[in-house]
């Protein structure tokens, strides 16, 4: 984790999918008065194809493609509140954006909690591109191990979200954020 980085413009949250990053990065936006964008939700509407879809159809080294390009667009806008996608940290070329972009907060969760969530939620695994052959829990157990230092590495911040509320989360994040000299009104 990097300390004591100077905030730039923005505020990116990354993590494994169902952490939380779309909830907490729109409360967060809301409480720091600024724009927020969801990474696949922006890739979606531009390319006018659901990311399932893109897997399926044109493979994920087409979707990294895409998403590269979308991320390369969203951190030059000017204090964004970003909800990455998943796998943003698996090119270089995006850890350096994101680093350059401002302060980036790494969202964690058992794999096991992950799972709930996402069978819990309406979008769910139905919405999301299978990453490995495992099950739900083994696969993103498998995607965290994979990820966590790539996660690390471009991290200001670890939470941890499991038992937290999402405005647990936020108040964590804005404490630090506050911390280190950013502005929350």
């Given at each position: 984790m990097k300390e004591n980085r100077s905030h730039r413009q923005g505020l990116a949250l990354v993590g494994l999918r169902g952490t939380g990053k779309s909830s907490v990065g729109r409360i967060l936006a809301d409480r720091l008065g600024r724009p927020f964008a969801d990474a696949d939700v922006e890739l979606e509407a531009a390319s006018g194809r659901s990311i399932p879809s893109i897997f399926a159809e044109l493979g994920e080294p087409c979707f990294r493609d895409w998403e590269e390009r979308m991320l390369g667009e969203l951190t030059t806008r000017p204090e964004l509140i970003l909800a990455t996608g998943g796998g943003v940290v698996l090119r270089e070329s995006n850890r350096k954006r994101l680093r350059e972009f401002g302060f980036v907060v790494w969202l964690t969760a058992d794999p096991a909690l992950l799972t709930d969530r996402l069978l819990a939620n309406p979008r769910g695994l139905a919405h999301r591109p299978a990453l490995t052959?495992?099950?739900?829990?083994?696969?993103?157990?498998?995607?965290?191990?994979a990820r966590a230092p790539l996660y690390r590495e471009v991290a200001d911040l670890v939470i941890e979200t499991g038992g937290r509320t999402t405005r647990q989360v936020v108040d964590a994040i804005l404490d630090e954020w506050d911390d280190r000299g950013g502005q929350s009104s």
């Open positions: 052959s495992a099950g739900t829990i083994a696969e993103l157990a498998d995607v965290l191990q």
